[in-house]
């Protein structure tokens, strides 16, 4: 089966060849992100592999079917960026990788925390110019800090397993509250309660309608001054420009963030040379308790294997007939 690769990085692309040894699988591998003016690219390919920012619109989708692809997959476990409608609409069958590995956005995400909470990055950039003071680096322990995990799905329930080991209480919401999480956290009604009690707020919900901007002036309004948040979820969840004035109110005391709103056109390239014309995420780079990491969390060796592996797998059953085992939900 032919697949055209979009959004290829050298790191995935070894691991894809890997597990697709003896599979009967011709790769196309393909640098550019799929938009309507890369769809093209895919002519004569029956399936396509995408990453989390290439557009899988309607537009892109039309074009991708009338160049005979029947199956489309997510090498991540978001899926906001392709339109189920009109993928059911052309007959491209949809497939994803719900856990490769939750542990590992899990475990970043307790290192943001305390990469900003206790100023390591900081830290590590002063001894690097021989400045050894300490003046402006105290920290925050995280031992007794109310902690509200918002989202308690795979993610979220591992980041809840981390922070138990740090003695800190933990605040949970989620609409389908899970009974795991129930042995190690408080679950609150509403996520109003959870930004109104909590030190520190992790967000773990995918991005949908009910989900966008979940964190915007309002939200924020509600917090405790100084409130810690983390995003590696995906970056809309957040209103940035509202997030911004609040960094500035020192309403918000540390932001780390791994997804930025406008990410697209920025993150997974080297765009060092460029010049920045997004003002609100040059304004972030500014604050001294901001950290942004370039869609980072889920790279892991682990998780790169199971992606690929995943993948693969996803591709087999689609040329042999079978049932998908995992199918992007239709709803
Ligand atoms: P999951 O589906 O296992 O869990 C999501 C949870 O959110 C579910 O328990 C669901 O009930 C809950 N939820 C959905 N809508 C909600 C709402 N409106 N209010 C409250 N709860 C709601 O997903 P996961 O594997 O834990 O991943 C979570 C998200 O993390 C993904 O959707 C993806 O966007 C993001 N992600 C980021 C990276 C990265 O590298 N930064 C990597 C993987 C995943």
Not at 193 to 205: A, K, P
Request: charge should be negative; charged fraction near 25%.
């Amino acid at each position: 089966m032919k697949v055209a690769v979009f959004n290829t990085k050298r790191y995935e692309k070894r691991s894809l060849e890997a597990a697709a040894v003896d599979k009967g699988i011709e790769f196309s591998f393909f640098e550019p992100r799929l938009d309507a003016t890369t769809a093209a690219l895919a002519m004569g390919h029956e399936a396509v592999l995408i990453f989390v920012n290439d557009v899988a619109s309607r537009e892109v989708l039309e074009k991708l079917a009338a160049g005979g692809a029947k199956f489309l997959a997510t090498r991540s476990a978001g899926f906001n960026q392709i339109d189920r409608d009109a993928a059911r609409e052309f007959g491209i069958a949809l497939a994803y990788v719900p856990a490769y590995s939750p542990n590992a956005v899990a475990e970043f995400t307790i290192g943001l925390i305390l990469t900003l909470g206790r100023h390591i990055h900081e830290g590590h950039n002063r001894v690097r110019r021989a400045d050894f003071n300490l003046e402006g680096l105290c920290g925050f322990e995280l031992r007794d800090k109310t902690v509200g995990v918002c989202g308690t799905g795979r993610i979220g329930t591992n980041v809840i397993q981390l922070l138990s080991g740090f003695g800190c209480n933990v605040l949970a919401y989620d609409e389908e509250p899970n009974e795991e999480v129930m042995l190690m956290a408080s679950y609150v009604d509403t996520r109003e309660e959870l930004f109104r009690f909590s030190d520190i707020i992790t967000l773990h919900v995918p991005l949908m309608p009910s989900t966008f901007h979940l964190i915007d002036a309002p939200a924020l309004a509600l917090m405790k001054d100084g409130v810690f948040i983390i995003n590696t979820s995906r970056g809309a969840l957040l209103d940035t420009p509202a997030v911004v004035d609040a960094v500035k109110s020192r309403k918000v005391g540390f932001l780390a963030i791994d997804v930025y709103e406008e990410e697209a056109s920025l993150f997974f390239e080297d765009r060092s040379s460029d010049i920045l014309s997004d003002d609100v995420f040059a304004r972030l780079l500014t604050f001294p308790n901001v950290i942004v990491t370039g869609h980072q969390a889920f790279l892991t060796d682990r998780a790169l294997r199971n992606i690929a592996e995943t993948t693969v797998q996803s591709l087999t059953e689609f040329d042999a007939g079978l049932p998908c085992s995992h199918l992007v939900p239709s709803r």
